[in-house]
C-alpha cells in the first residue's frame, strides 16, 4: 500500500525527533539530578532503548521506501514471489516491538521470539533462492524482497534489545 508506506515515511522524521528530545531529557537529568543506583539505570537503559528504537523507524521507512519502489517497478518475471513469510515476519516483528516495552515476562518472550523471525528470514531467503534458480528473470524483484526481509529481521533484533534493556533497568542485569 503506496499511501501507508507514504505515512510511514514521515513518520521517520517524528521518531527522529522524539529521540532527540527523550535523549536531551535523559541528559539534563543526569547533569542536574546526578540520579544514582536505579535511577541511573533507568536514565541509561532508555539512552538505548531510544536508539534501537529510532533505528526500527529507520527501517521502517526503509521498507517503505521499498514498497514505494516495488509498486512502481516493472518487474520482469515468471511467477509472482509467495508474500505469506515475510507477512509473518511483519507481524511477529510488529508484535516484538509492542510487547518488548511491557514487562518482564514479554520482554523474556520477545528475545526467545527472535529465533522464530531468524527461521522465517532464513526460509524466506531459501524460497527467494529457489525462484530465482527456476527463472533468472525474478532476479530483481527477489533482491527487493530480500532487502525488505533483512529490514524486518533487524527490526526483530532491535526488538530483543529493547527487551534485554527492559530486563537490565528492572534488575540490574544483562541478559545473555
Known amino acids: 500500500d503506496v499511501e501507508k508506506a507514504q505515512k510511514a ?3 521517520d522524521e517524528e521518531i ?3 529521540e532527540r528530545d527523550i535523549e536531551s531529557l535523559c541528559m539534563k537529568l543526569l547533569l542536574q539530578q546526578q540520579p544514582v543506583a536505579k535511577d541511573l539505570r533507568l536514565i541509561s537503559a532508555a539512552l538505548k532503548m531510544i536508539t534501537d528504537m529510532e533505528r526500527i523507524g529507520d527501517h521502517a521507512s ?9 509498486a512502481d517497478a516493472a518487474y520482469e518475471t515468471g511467477d509472482p ?3 505469506d513469510l515475510i507477512k509473518e515476519m511483519a507481524k511477529e516483528t510488529t508484535n516484538m516491538v509492542i510487547k518488548s516495552v511491557d514487562d518482564m515476562d514479554m ?3 520477545v528475545i526467545k521470539e527472535d529465533d522464530v523471525v531468524d527461521d522465517l528470514f532464513n526460509q524466506f531467503k531459501q524460497q527467494l533462492i529457489k525462484k530465482i534458480n527456476e527463472n533468472v528473470k525474478n532476479g530483481e ?3 527487493d524482497m530480500l532487502m525488505v526481509a ?3 529481521e533487524r527490526i526483530g533484533d532491535h526488538a530483543t534489545n529493547i527487551a534485554e534493556w527492559v530486563i537490565y533497568s528492572i534488575t540490574g ?3 545473555n
Open 9 to 11: 515515511i514521515s513518520f
Open 16 to 18: 527522529d525527533h522524539q
Open 62 to 70: 526503509d521498507i517503505s521506501e521499498m514498497t514505494i519502489l516495488m
Open 81 to 83: 514471489i509467495n508474500l
Open 107 to 109: 520482554a523474556h518472550w
Open 141 to 143: 524483484q527477489a533482491t
Open 150 to 152: 533483512k529490514y524486518f
Open 173 to 175: 542485569q544483562h541478559e
